[in-house]
């Protein structure tokens, strides 16, 4: 009984975990075209190269931590308490996707500060 309950948090989590990393990353790195584009100086090849760059290293970063943080010990435990897991689990990866998707903002506005300081100095 235990096995059915761990496969069937494996089986809501996982699909979960990935459906928010490809959404986070879709929408991030569709809209961020326009600061790479800025940062490179409409240089459109290696703009939306760096770009491409960037949305991997997402993907890898994210499926990565969603995937180490897959254990569930459900033994003995109510399907109440499968819930619960799964909402906290749930929850902590998409506390965790905001941040990264706060952080990767960051980047992207760094970079076209120091874009837009450098062009100031020439």
Do not use: C, H, W
């Amino acid at each position: 009984m235990e096995t059915i309950k761990i496969l069937i948090g494996y089986a809501v989590y996982l699909p979960i975990a990935l459906f928010l990393t490809y959404y986070v990353s879709k929408t991030l790195f569709k809209n961020s075209k326009v600061y790479m584009l800025d940062i490179f100086k409409g240089r459109e090849e290696i703009a939306f190269a760096t770009n491409k760059l960037f949305e991997t290293g997402f993907y890898l970063l994210n499926i990565g931590f969603a995937l180490m943080i897959l254990q569930m010990n459900l033994y003995n435990d109510s399907y109440q308490l499968l819930i619960e897991k799964l909402s906290y689990k749930i929850g902590a990866f998409s506390i965790y996707l905001g941040l990264m998707l706060f952080i990767n903002l960051y980047f992207f506005f760094r970079g076209k500060r120091k874009a837009s300081q450098a062009a100031a100095v020439q």
